[in-house]
């Protein structure tokens, strides 16, 4: 299984991005997917996952800025991120999970990508 998260940089306070994820290996469509963030010094935090119908589910840190989307025919999962502040910048990582385990309070996925940096500057 893997999953290839690519997409960040630097971008300026205001400006947007957007991450993608390719996965491989799994059943896309049996798998709920989810984008995680750590900043430096922190923990690894929930951002926004998306389940099979699509359902998406937010941190209320991003609710209303970043918009995550999945497309099965490509085993691709994004992350639309606008208006982005200083305090997002972190390492962005995806994931999966299979839909059978998964809850919308569930953070312990079964695959993780490598994460891609985002780094906001002011």
């Known amino acids: 299984v893997q999953l290839q998260a690519f997409g960040g940089g630097l971008v300026q306070a205001g400006g947007s991005l957007r991450l993608s994820c390719a996965a491989s290996g799994i059943t896309f469509s049996n798998y709920v997917m989810g984008w995680f963030r750590q900043a430096p010094g922190n923990e690894r935090d929930f951002v926004a996952a998306i389940n099979w119908y699509t359902s998406t589910y937010y941190a209320d840190s991003v609710k209303g800025r970043f918009t995550i989307s999945r497309e099965n025919t490509k085993n691709t999962v994004y992350l639309q991120m606008n208006s982005l502040k200083r305090e997002d910048t972190a390492v962005y990582y995806c994931?999966?999970?299979?839909?059978?385990?998964?809850?919308?309070?569930?953070?312990?996925?079964?695959?993780w990508g490598q994460g891609t940096l985002v780094t906001v500057s002011s």
């Open positions: 994931a999966a999970i299979n839909r059978a385990r998964w809850k919308p309070i569930t953070h312990e996925y079964d695959y």
